[in-house]
């Protein structure tokens, strides 16, 4: 028995505008799905197209080709009238919670905003209560529905556009590079916070960020992406134990490792990975590991 | 040697943050010591005090920021006591500094030949003409077509690019000390690693020192000899990296270093978060800036703990730091793991 996922994402492309007329493959043929309740974790430099697709899959921004489904209907092919019920089961945690919270809102209103739109909660008081209640799964006191986001630190900002994400009890949250702003010792605890969150709420995650140990340690299965195409996806345990690709070996062979007795007799030739487009084919080289080919395309 | 004075010698230095009427330290007293030749990380998070430390060094801190107290001791003599004049002529010829985002530092309407040329005229010429030098030092921090670049202009490259020029422009002048504030922390993680391989490589041809400023402890562990780790605007524990890393001895940065997680180490099911925020500015309790944090936390720590030795040349600002220095040996101890099977 196969558990049906929650996103299926089908040969997506999104291409913009480029001076040179043909247009620039942001995102470029990527097959991707989640499972419920399962953590799939999303690498690649800036500028591999990691965010784009992020965007890409909740119809932030419209693929340019393919197809995703949530829960096997087939969104791209909706009208933005037709998708907007559908919204509340995907929802987005954004890098700079700064820019992301509107300063002249209080908290409570921003955590309040989803639930109002969806018409999801009826009544002031019982407004006020969710809103606590959320307040409460972030750590936060109840006395922060009263204040503004500026009167925050980096960390808690962060916990509140958390709660907006998760006030209607999404299916599915982009968490895109959410902690890689933060110090790592408040970062710890947003990130002990997303994996409480989500053992309760059961929600599955794409978590996007360009932070390897990071990534280990909350993803469950991990796709690495590079120009604009994903070149490996494995289990976390697989892709740390046998990584395939030559971009993914040099991914690991540049992160520093805290010890300096390793790091002072470490080899690594982190310069010798030539920067390609690499075959969007896939081939799985065990069970549920897929590489991409090394070899250029024929046509390049 | 070793009983040899520091190139640069850090004593007692604060620099504060004008607010209306009211100034703020934001360094309460750092003492550091740069030996000749080393790489000495100083670490910490967003407002701790080290890019302020760095800064404070080089002379170039920004509106409403000044040096209230301390020398800064280069040759024996305190430079901050210079005229700007002279400080000028001995920055980039003794002390160079990279910042994190080149585009700060770079005339955005310069050529890059200018701009290097004007370094390279910083240190009476060791032969050769300035563009032939020019190219080579381009050539020396890795970019290709070393002699078309240099008609170009900063926004023309890439943002490892820059920071490559941005280095090659800090060593032209040959200078004995580098101060590179975060300067691969706007960067990819595999051009972090070619950029800084190579700063080493170069200030170790020169027998420069370095003070690299970062908040990577995986950075600190591949580059640094000795680490200072800054905490809401002090030193808090100062070690040679071995030592650091094989046993924390002050609560922060034990905490910091459970806090991360690590590529060799077993995945960790939780990570051991440092609870609370670092206080503010305005409000730093009494006694031990971390206390409010800490889990040793005692009343004694109400008091300001000085530097207390727990090794050779390894301190920390905590009274209870031989109970936390002896903690580690047994949850530190290093496991095979998956990033070095990657070899």
Redesign the interface.
């Known amino acids: 028995m196969t558990v049906q996922p929650v996103l299926v994402a089908e040969n997506i492309c999104k291409m913009f505008p480029s001076s040179g007329g043909r247009g620039i493959h942001a995102v470029d043929q990527v097959n991707l799905h989640i499972n419920p309740g399962e953590t799939l974790g999303l690498v690649g ?2 500028g591999s197209g990691k965010s784009t697709l992020g965007r890409a899959l909740l119809q932030l921004d419209r693929p340019t080709s393919g197809r995703v489904l949530l829960n096997g209907t087939d969104i791209t092919a909706m009208s933005d009238r037709a998708l907007r019920p559908l919204r509340r089961h995907m929802q987005m945690v954004f890098q700079d919670p700064q820019s992301s919270l509107d300063p002249r809102m209080t908290v409570a209103s921003i955590i309040a905003e989803p639930l109002v739109i969806a018409g999801a909660v009826k009544g002031r008081a019982a407004l006020r209560r969710r809103v606590e209640e959320l307040l409460d799964l972030v750590r936060l006191p109840t006395s922060a529905a009263k204040r503004y986001p500026q009167e925050f ?1 980096g ?2 900002k962060q916990r509140i556009g958390i709660a907006r994400a998760i006030a209607l009890n999404p299916q599915l949250i982009v968490a895109d590079e959410a902690v890689s702003s933060l ?7 947003i ?2 916070l997303l ?1 409480d969150l989500q053992a309760e709420l059961g929600f599955a995650c794409l978590f996007i960020a ?1 932070d ?3 990534v ?2 909350v993803a469950d299965r991990i796709a690495v992406m590079f120009l604009g195409r994903i070149v490996e996806l494995a289990s ?1 345990e697989a892709l ?2 046998e ?1 395939s690709h030559p971009y993914t ?15 002072a007799t ?3 030739n ?2 010798a ?1 030539v920067r390609r487009r690499y075959p969007a084919e896939l081939t799985e080289i065990a069970p549920g590991h897929f590489v991409a080919s090394d070899v250029p395309e024929p046509s390049e | 040697m070793a009983t040899d004075a520091p190139l640069l010698r850090v004593e007692g230095l604060r620099t504060a943050l004008r607010v209306d009427d009211a100034e703020y330290d934001i360094v309460t007293g750092v003492d550091l010591d740069l030996d000749e030749g080393e790489t000495l990380a100083l670490v910490g998070e967003s407002g701790s005090g080290k890019s302020v430390t760095a800064l404070s060094i080089a002379r170039l801190l920004g509106r409403n920021i000044r040096t209230t107290g301390g020398r800064v001791l280069l040759d024996g003599q305190n430079i901050l006591a210079l005229s700007e004049r002279q400080m000028r002529a001995l920055r980039g010829r003794d002390i160079a500094v990279v910042f994190q985002e080149p585009m700060t530092s770079l005339n955005p309407v310069l050529r890059i030949g200018t701009q290097l040329a004007e370094s390279i005229r910083r240190r009476p010429s060791t032969g050769g003409d300035i563009r032939t030098r020019a190219t080579a030092l381009l050539e020396s921090v890795g970019i290709s077509q070393p002699d078309q670049r240099l008609d170009m202009y900063p926004h023309q490259l890439s943002g490892g690019m820059r920071q490559r020029v941005m280095i090659a422009i800090a060593l032209a002048a040959r200078p004995r000390i580098l101060i590179a504030d975060e300067p691969t922390t706007a960067l990819d993680v595999t051009t972090q690693a070619q950029i800084l391989d190579l700063m080493k490589a170069r200030t170790d041809e020169l027998g420069a020192s370095t003070l690299l400023i970062t908040h990577d402890m995986g950075v600190v562990a591949r580059y640094a000899q000795r680490v200072n780790v800054m905490y809401s605007g002090g030193i808090v524990e100062r070690a040679d990296v071995r030592s650091l890393f094989a046993r924390p001895s002050h609560p922060y940065t034990r905490g910091l270093l459970q806090s991360m997680p690590r590529l060799d180490r077993p995945r960790a099911e939780r990570l051991p978060a440092i609870e609370g925020l670092p206080p503010q500015l305005t409000a730093r309790p009494e006694g031990c800036p971390f206390r409010t944090r800490c889990a040793f936390q005692v009343e004694k720590c109400r008091e300001r703990p000085p530097m207390l030795q727990i090794g050779p040349g390894h301190e920390a600002a905590c009274w209870r730091t031989r109970e936390v220095a002896a903690l580690s040996g047994s949850d530190t101890a290093p496991v095979p793991v998956a990033a070095r099977a990657v070899q």
């Open positions: 430099e800036s630190s960390g808690q110090d790592v010792s408040v970062q710890a605890q990130i002990n994996t360009h390897l140990a990071v280990r340690h976390s740390f134990a990584p070996r040099t991914l690991l062979d540049a992160a520093p490792i805290p010890d300096p007795e390793f790091e470490r080899q690594r982190v310069g990975f």
